[in-house]
């Protein structure tokens, strides 16, 4: 069968897309570009905010013009929206064939052999058997790849969906993690991104805590792996091992997503974060101190229930003192079955939009005076690719993940280039290529 693959959500659900699509170009299916000339349509999902689960409907509607098929194509539905729903998805979208859960891509060419075969309804949600160890995987791009170390979480933030979606965090062993990440630059992948909803929680499901520092010890010893980066780090579990292994391995890079939420105490502990304020601030010192030069960015949710005007400006004044290198904002989206979804709330959703507004104002301001301080340095940039400006112009990203556009001759894709910044924006740098 020709399939196409849509994925929505984080960066764990396109390394389970990779899986979708690898499992299924070995079991002899093609994969096509054109959802219009595929007989099987997979869709991966998001929950994590209304606005994600309603962009999955907007999509599924646009797909419906029966015009275009001569037969209607397989519908394979799975990923958040669907552990969440469960069999209320069935009645939402009569039109899907499979409706398949967080850990069952694997098992996608099985259940289009029993579609193909006749049967109706075709269920795959949790609980269902482990992933296989080393899963087929088609990787979006021959440079760099997603490793996942772990699944699920363990956190239970008051507001977040993920728990309920993904079940509980089950961390893959150091050894498995390692042999793919080997075979991976054997492969010529040359920058992989672990993981896992918190990679500094890493181990501890296994009886190994600490396990997250040895592991990106280990990764260094990986020839030609240049650049290691993780998603997500919990401020709660950063710990200090894990700074030093982060400042002693070369290609990790000076780069840490570190989620604070919101800069309010009683807010913190409402969303049930584990840390104070107080606290964070003490991790991000312990960061800059040991590694020089590290970005740091950061995800803020704005109008949880209850936010008063006076606590978010504490999320204002405490964005203002980190001096983030970029920030990903939101507005809080109330999840069925999460504890946060039954508080009052008071916030009007135009004082949220105001808040997000303000927000959003001062991180650019930030970040652009951030970047603006790498004018007149000589930058390594990994080359991603060409970039959307046009012909002999190339983007990629510095070791500190900042958007580097530059122009050259030549094809410079997957390379790593000398380039001097000789321009900054809020949300990327300009530059003039130096050399190889
Ligand atoms: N495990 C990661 C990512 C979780 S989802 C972590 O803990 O950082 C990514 C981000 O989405 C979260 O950090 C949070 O800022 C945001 N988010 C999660 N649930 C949300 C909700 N109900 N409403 C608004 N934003 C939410
Ligand atoms: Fe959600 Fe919190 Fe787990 Fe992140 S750590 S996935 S925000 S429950
Ligand atoms: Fe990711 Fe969305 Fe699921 S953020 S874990 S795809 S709810």
């Known amino acids: 069968m020709r399939f196409f693959i849509r994925t929505f959500g984080c960066q764990m659900n396109k390394s389970d897309s990779e899986v979708a699509a690898g499992t299924l170009l070995a079991a002899g299916h093609q994969e096509t570009p054109e959802p219009a000339e595929a007989e099987l349509i997979v869709i991966n999902t998001c929950a994590v905010r209304e606005h994600a689960v309603e962009r999955l409907y907007g999509y599924i509607n646009s797909l419906k013009s029966p015009a275009k098929h001569n037969q209607a194509p397989l519908l394979a539905i799975g990923g958040c929206v669907a552990e969440q729903k469960r069999g209320r998805l069935w009645k939402e979208l009569p039109q899907a064939n499979i409706i398949f859960g967080t850990r069952a891509f694997h098992l996608l060419p099985q259940a289009i052999e029993r579609a193909i075969g006749g049967e109706a309804r075709i269920d795959l949600l949790q609980p269902l058997e482990p992933l296989p160890e080393h899963p087929s995987i088609r990787p979006e791009d021959p440079w760099r790849a997603w490793l996942p170390i772990s699944r699920g979480c363990n956190n239970f933030c008051s507001y977040c969906v993920v728990p309920h979606t993904r079940g509980r965090e089950t961390s ?218 046009g012909e002999a112009s190339w983007t990629g990203r510095t070791r500190t993940n900042k958007i580097v556009n530059f122009p050259a001759t030549g094809d410079l894709a997957g390379r790593f280039v000398s380039v001097e910044i000789t321009s900054a924006g809020v949300a990327s740098l300009g530059g003039q290529y130096v050399g190889r």
């Open 172 to 389: 893959r062993s150091s050894a498995t993690v390692l042999a793919d990440a080997a075979a991976l630059a054997a492969q010529g992948v040359r920058e992989i991104t672990l993981l896992g909803q918190n990679v500094n929680s890493y181990g501890n499901d296994l009886g190994k805590p600490g396990l997250f520092a040895s592991l990106l010890l280990s990764l260094d010893e990986i020839p030609d792996l240049r650049r290691v980066r993780f998603l997500t780090s919990h401020p709660k579990d950063l710990s200090g091992e894990t700074i030093a292994a982060l400042a002693a391995s070369a290609n990790a890079c000076e780069y840490v997503h570190l989620p604070l939420q919101a800069g309010s105490d009683r807010i913190l502990a409402a969303m049930n974060r584990g840390y104070t304020l107080e606290k964070y601030l003490e991790r991000v010192t312990a960061l800059r101190s040991a590694i020089p030069g590290v970005a740091l960015s950061t995800d803020l949710i704005v109008g949880f229930p209850g936010e008063t005007e006076e606590e978010f400006e504490e999320t204002l004044a405490a964005v203002e003192h980190i001096r983030y290198d970029s920030a990903y904002t939101f507005i809080y989206s109330p999840r069925p079955g999460t504890p946060a979804a039954e508080l009052p709330d008071g916030v009007a959703w135009r004082t949220k939009e105001t808040r997000l507004r303000q927000l959003i104002e001062l991180q650019s301001t930030i970040s652009q005076q951030v970047n603006q301080a790498c004018v007149g340095r000589i930058l390594e940039v990994f080359v991603t690719g060409p970039s959307r400006r």
